[in-house]
């Protein structure tokens, strides 16, 4: 309109969680029923609940809205599993069917702490997960990159290049089951869970950011 600023969009967002988030773009699934995060000086840490992204409640999680068609949305996760069951990451969320996570547990075979994609397709939302262990003790930066027909879902650690696990075509992400609705469109978020019970490791998270393609 005339009259009015026309400004670039800035290339790059990040949020370093210093002492508070940086804007108001920040959800939780529903109104938690007790504090689950603190900041600190490594950034936001986050402690896993009872609840599960697969749950109609108030997981451990936090949301924001997926602006931009072309986008990489990526964090730093200091994070050490102590049972298969903890796990913590970012999620690429539509509802509590559809949604795929890239982040770190514990393989529920050799106990080692591995970085895992969990990916949900089809009619029913069928669960599909995939592992890549990792020896490296200390961060690991985790990536999804949303393109106009997929997300991608991957991690780096250090300086490394990025080794992207797994694709889901983004008709799964505008989906819902049989019976179901969906009311939000796609946000992206971190999380951290321990399979329906409570934790005590922390989860955390140095910086959320997304940078246009």
Known sequence: ????????????????????????????????????????????????????????????????????????????????????????????????WYHNEVGLTLHPETKVRTVFVKTRTGPMAELKTIYAPTAEAGPVNLFIKAEPNQYSLGYSVGGGNVTYLATVENRWLQSYVQGW?????????????????????????KYVQTQLL
Request: aromatic share 16%; net charge positive; hydrophobic share 35%.
């Open 181 to 205: 609705q969906n009311f939000v469109g796609t946000h992206f978020g971190v999380y951290s869970l321990a399979g329906r019970l409570p934790m005590l490791i922390p989860a955390d998270f």
């Open 1 to 96: 309109m005339p009259g009015l600023y026309k400004l670039d969009r800035p290339k790059i967002w990040r949020d370093d969680f210093r002492g508070k988030f940086t804007d108001k773009a920040w959800y939780t699934q529903r109104t938690p029923y007790k504090q689950f995060h603190k900041f600190v000086n490594g950034g936001l840490r986050l402690f896993g609940n009872v609840y599960t992204l697969d749950d109609r409640e108030t997981p451990a999680a936090f949301f924001r809205k997926q602006e931009d068609l072309n986008v990489i949305f990526s964090t730093q996760l200091d994070f050490t599993p102590t049972s298969p069951r903890h796990e913590a990451g970012i999620t690429v969320f539509l509802s509590i």
